[in-house]
């Protein structure tokens, strides 16, 4: 079976490997279709993606991607949204769960955010109206609302999940906003098994910092899915512990939630973890449930016991010890 790899920026390298080589180690069979994209990709040779990419990953339909820098306020657009709205991944999964072994705040956070991926502000629509006023368009539709509600719900009814929470701010911002809650609860009609409520995002803010566990899936749009991602990550022990999986029709991109890590790349530090994860996920998507589990287990292991963690949980392992370390509990 083959699957897109993209490194992609700064860690990337160092946590593609560590894929590559827990692939192996498990005896997936798949065969890495390698490509690049990203910033250090554009200053080599002055393209965002390697020509080919979109047509493997097309005709893969399953990519796993490293992390890919986006230039801050100027330049080029960010590759993720790029892809995103290609190949029309709408939905974008972030597991946050709390593991033994990783220090944080909550012992018994497990809940899914499903976040929006192809419009609101992320839609890039944007121009300056007179020197000094620039405007942005948050696009929101009733029927990409829909499809993100239904996929929330139908995750929920396929995972044993038993709640869907609608993030918004239909308060403030009555049409778009309103728009997503108002196809939210259309769609929550239709899963009459499934608990459904909603929440306006500031006050989700304080009650994941205060009280995540009352969560379980939270669907929202694309901002706020991305905010609360990172804050969900910081609730279980940061970035190095955040996997997510950009969902499409044709198409899957398994990636982690954090960046390029610039201040840590090339110096074998970065922690693998959520692009294990990620894996993880790609690898139960493609059936192979007992390999999953047996990836689980071994991250699991290696992490409660303490002795190969790497430096971002207070560890001492550099990104290949610690692979080897997961690879050995294989
Ligand atoms: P970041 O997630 O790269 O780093 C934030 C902090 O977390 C840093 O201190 C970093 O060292 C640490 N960190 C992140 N991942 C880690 C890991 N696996 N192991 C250990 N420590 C880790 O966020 P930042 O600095 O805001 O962004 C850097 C670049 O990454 C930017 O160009 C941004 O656009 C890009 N980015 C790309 C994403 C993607 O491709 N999916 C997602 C988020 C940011």
Redesign the pocket.
């Known amino acids: 079976m083959k699957a897109v790899l993209i490194q992609?920026?700064?860690?990337g390298r160092e946590?593609a490997e560590s894929v590559k080589e827990v692939s192996a180690e498990l005896e997936t069979g798949i065969v890495w279709d390698e490509y690049q994209a990203g910033?250090q990709y554009y200053e080599a040779s002055g393209k965002l993606l390697q020509d080919g990419l979109l047509e493997a990953i097309a005709k893969d339909g399953i990519a796993l991607?490293?992390?890919?820098?986006?230039?801050?306020g100027k330049g080029f657009r960010?590759?993720?949204v790029l892809l995103r709205q290609h190949f029309a991944t709408y939905a974008n999964l972030r597991p946050v769960k709390t593991m033994t072994g990783v220090p944080s705040r909550y012992e018994n956070v497990d809940l899914v955010i499903v976040r929006e991926n192809t419009e609101d502000l992320y839609k890039g629509i944007e121009y300056m109206y007179d020197q000094d006023t620039a405007h942005g368009i948050k696009l929101i539709s009733r029927a990409a609302s829909e499809r993100i509600a239904r996929f929330s719900f139908d995750y929920a009814k396929k995972n044993g999940r038993h709640k869907v929470t609608a993030v918004h701010k239909a308060n403030i911002m009555k049409m778009t906003d309103g728009l997503f809650l108002e196809s939210f609860q259309k769609v929550a009609k239709e899963y009459p098994e499934i608990a459904s409520d909603s929440v306006i995002i500031d006050a989700l803010c304080m009650k994941l910092v205060t009280d995540p566990a009352q969560f379980d899936v939270l669907c929202a749009p694309n901002l706020y899915g991305d905010i609360i991602s990172d804050l969900c990550a910081g609730l279980v022990g940061?970035?190095?512990f955040a996997p997510s999986a950009n969902i499409g029709d044709k198409v899957r991109i398994y990636?982690?939630?954090?960046?390029?890590?610039?201040?840590?790349a090339g110096r074998d530090?970065?922690?693998?973890?959520?692009?294990l994860m990620s894996f993880e996920m790609m690898l139960k998507d493609l059936g192979m449930k007992e390999k999953a589990d047996r990836l689980q287990d071994a991250l699991m292991e290696v992490i409660a016991q303490g002795k190969e963690t790497?430096?971002?949980i207070g560890g001492h392992a550099s990104t290949s010890a610690f692979t080897q370390a997961v690879k050995e509990r294989l």
Do not use: M, Q, R, Y
Not at 8 to 11: A, L, N, R, S, W
Not at 269 to 275: C, E, F, G, V
């Open positions: 992609g920026d700064g860690i946590i910033a991607k490293g992390p890919t820098a986006t230039p801050i960010s590759i993720n940061g970035l190095g990636e982690a939630v954090h960046g390029s890590a610039p201040d840590i530090l970065a922690n693998p973890t959520a692009l790497t430096a971002d």
